[in-house]
C-alpha cells in the first residue's frame, strides 16, 4: 500500500507545495488539501501505518520532521517548531507522540 493509493498524487503535491517554505505547515490545512481529512477512518489508520517509520505505532517527533518527505521525495523537512507543534496538536495524553487514535481524530476534526 501507498500514500497515493488512497489520497490523489495532484492532491499531494498541491498540499506539500502549500507548505514549501519553512514555518508554514498547518496540519488542518494540509489535511484538508490533500485529502485526508474527507477519508474514512479506516483509510486514515492505513495512512498513519504508513508514515509510523519504525512500526512502533507511534509517531514520534524526530519522525514528523520527515513528515511531508513521505508524502513527496524530496521535499523539505519540518522545522523543531512546526514538529512540536504538531504533536502537541495531537497528543491528548501527554506521552510526547502521536498514537493511532490521536492521529485519527486530529485529522477527522
Known amino acids: 500500500?501507498?500514500?497515493?493509493?488512497?489520497?490523489?498524487?495532484?492532491?499531494?503535491?498541491?498540499?506539500?507545495k502549500d507548505c514549501q517554505?519553512?514555518?508554514t505547515f498547518c496540519h488542518k490545512k494540509f489535511f484538508q488539501l490533500c485529502g485526508l481529512s474527507s477519508k474514512t477512518a479506516q483509510e486514515v489508520k492505513d495512512v498513519f501505518?504508513?508514515?509510523?517509520?519504525?512500526?512502533?505505532g507511534f509517531i514520534e517527533e524526530?519522525?514528523?520532521?520527515?513528515?511531508l518527505q513521505r508524502f513527496v521525495p524530496g521535499a523539505r523537512t519540518?522545522?523543531?517548531?512546526?514538529?512540536?507543534?504538531?504533536?502537541?496538536a495531537?497528543?491528548?495524553?501527554n506521552d510526547g507522540k502521536i498514537g493511532a487514535e490521536e492521529f485519527q481524530t486530529m485529522v477527522l476534526s
Open 1 to 16: 500500500m501507498s500514500l497515493t493509493s488512497i489520497l490523489s498524487a495532484e492532491a499531494i503535491a498541491n498540499a506539500v
Open 21 to 23: 517554505a519553512p514555518d
Open 49 to 56: 501505518r504508513l508514515l509510523d517509520d519504525d512500526d512502533s
Open 62 to 67: 524526530a519522525e514528523l520532521k520527515f513528515f
Open 78 to 88: 519540518l522545522t523543531d517548531a512546526e514538529a512540536k507543534a504538531f504533536v502537541s
Open 90 to 93: 495531537a497528543d491528548d495524553d
